[in-house]
């Protein structure tokens, strides 16, 4: 029983450090390192968003879903949380916040990179 007690004790202290983590990865896309959503989707920036404030709503967050942060997210290093205007939060990538995009069907796509001259493939440094 000790075991299973220490097992579950390593699993949930893993699980709270992973959490936030777990919402993006990175990804090797034609020789670039990108960041992709746990799906495996591209994620994007805009260029009209403010660091630390989103500006895509509506219609716009319809075709650019935001990534979505738990309400319970902490900052992680360069990755912060953003509040948008109805209450939810999202996750941004050096002040920028992060999407992905609608017309992406699948892991490794990345129709939206230049879409408009504002959304741009959200790349790991």
């Known amino acids: 029983m000790k075991t299973i007690t220490v097992g579950l004790a390593v699993l949930l202290l893993a699980t709270a450090a992973?959490?936030?983590?777990?919402?993006?990865?990175?990804?090797?896309?034609g020789g670039a390192?990108?960041?992709?959503?746990?799906?495996?989707m591209t994620l994007?920036?805009?260029?009209?968003?403010?660091?630390?404030?989103?500006?895509?709503y509506d219609k716009c967050?319809?075709?650019?879903?935001?990534l979505k942060a738990e309400a319970d997210a902490k900052a992680e290093g360069e990755w912060t949380v953003v509040e948008r205007t109805d209450g939810t939060k999202m996750?941004?990538?050096?002040?920028?916040?992060?999407?992905?995009?609608?017309?992406?069907?699948?892991a490794g796509d990345v129709t939206g990179d230049g879409v408009g001259e504002v959304w741009h493939i959200a790349k790991a440094d």
Request: net charge neutral; charged share 35%.
């Open 18 to 29: 992973s959490h936030a983590a777990e919402a993006w990865k990175e990804a090797d896309v």
């Open 33 to 40: 390192k990108i960041y992709t959503d746990a799906n495996g």
């Open 44 to 56: 994007y920036t805009y260029d009209k968003d403010e660091k630390g404030k989103s500006n895509c």
């Open 61 to 66: 967050a319809t075709n650019w879903p935001p």
């Open 91 to 106: 996750w941004a990538y050096e002040g920028k916040p992060l999407y992905t995009f609608i017309k992406d069907k699948k």
